[in-house]
């Protein structure tokens, strides 16, 4: 495995960076939602607000007798924090592919440069920049498309969330106002 991360060139670091980058931040992300949707369970069942942290600002804007545009700028800032981490998996699953494509040109440059520079070619000449460019395009490729899918995954948690956020904020509030 080494041996291949060394064929790879020096393209394969940044790649790298961008695996343990992905990888931490899809774990923090995943084990956050998760958190937060166990703590606001199934939120119109019962007649309580969930004693979750997330929801903490909201009830403390309805108790505050916040009106509807309050809570909703209370509420896009607590669905903004919760999306914080978000832009970053983008980020890595666009940017590691690239990675790997500028480490394919740089392998075929490598190749190229052999052939120019020596009047008899033989294969063996050529597998170093050929491996370079196989390897990094290779490595892009299996970093971005898990952070991709895990990417997408978590948006689709993060609206979950905003989603049962706004219905509690909707229900207490029309609650506080209807005096129940």
Known sequence: MI?????????????????????AILMNKFIQYKKILNEMGNPLQGEK?????VLLPILQGIERGCDEKELSVIGTRQVREIEKGLSWLSLIATIAPLLGLTGTVTGMIKAFM???ESSSVNPSM????IWEALITTAAGLLVAIPIHIGHHYLEKQADDIAFILKEIATSLYM???NGI
């Open 3 to 23: 041996d291949f991360f060394v064929k790879g060139g020096f393209l394969m670091y940044p790649i790298l960076l961008c695996s343990i980058a992905g990888l």
């Open 175 to 177: 609650r506080r106002k």
């Open 114 to 116: 052999v052939i120019a």
């Open 49 to 53: 607000a969930p004693k979750s942290p």
């Open 126 to 129: 050529l597998a170093g920049g």
